[in-house]
């Protein structure tokens, strides 16, 4: 029977995709940096990510910006994942953290906090997971806060 | 690192867990019957329940109503995982079904059809799995669609 849940998830249903995801969402494109960050083995992850470029989620880059790195970058369809992404970071907010969020969303538009959702909660605006920034808030302690600082940083060289 | 996603997904993110919770928000509720309409072997369910149980997502339940047989039924933390199956939906509708969809839904409060999603796309109130009900539409051929109508029929038993 097709359902539009069930077909989905064949394609992204599983546990490393999502993650993945979820980094190249952060902008952490590389396969090195993807493979550090998320402490996934190079079989499973190049795996995944030929699923995803078979799926055309993702296409690879070699830009200038990259400095001719390979990249990996969300297409429009991937980038259409941000809401899945998003309302499980919303769930995982309230009832993982219990609202001691880990990460503190923030709408660059309007410049305030938003939970994760389809619109700001300060503006309204429809947010995706590429106009919000994110700052490590009262679910982190300061090594994390760092290690997040640390990442940021990687992610922007 | 402690984040929301992440977590999230190592209690609910993995392609049958996922697809249990979509049954029990259908209504699907018993062992024997998420094993059929699923086709997951007893083993996995039995794994994937006691991981549910045990994260409180879901509860076990005999009432009346099921005449005696033990059933699983969603939690409030479970029912807060509706976004994320209807973020599911809306982007396999869209990027797999190319709107053709399989199943419309409709919002049970205007009775008017609706994209699945935060609010009614129709009156713009917030809707959950439970606000809504599903019609086989474009996306199925006459036997998917007589499929789920018994699918539907034996849940309602």
Redesign the interface.
């Known amino acids: 029977?097709?359902?539009?849940?069930?077909?989905?998830?064949?394609?992204i249903?599983?546990?490393w995709t999502?993650?993945i995801l979820?980094d190249l969402f952060l902008g952490n494109r590389r396969f090195s940096r993807l493979e550090a960050n998320l402490g996934i083995s190079k079989k499973v992850l190049s795996d995944r990510l030929k699923t995803l470029l078979a799926a055309e989620i993702i296409q690879q880059k070699s830009t200038k910006q990259s400095g001719g790195w390979l990249e990996y970058h969300l297409t429009e369809?991937g980038e259409?994942?941000g809401?899945?992404?998003?309302?499980?970071?919303?769930?995982?907010?309230?009832?993982?953290?219990n609202d001691k969020?880990?990460?503190q969303i923030i709408h660059k538009n309007c410049n305030h906090p938003t939970k994760?959702?389809?619109?700001c909660s300060h503006c309204g605006e429809p947010i995706n997971f590429n106009s919000v920034s994110g700052i490590p808030s009262a679910?982190?302690n300061k090594k994390?806060a760092a290690?997040?600082k640390s990442?940021r940083e990687s992610i922007d060289k």
Not at 116 to 119: T, V
């Open positions: 029977m097709p359902c539009s849940i069930a077909q989905t998830l064949d394609i249903g599983e546990f999502l993650l979820r369809k259409a994942l809401p899945v992404l998003l309302a499980l970071m919303a769930w995982g907010d309230h009832w993982v953290f969020v880990p990460i994760p959702g389809e619109n679910g982190m994390e290690q997040w990442f």
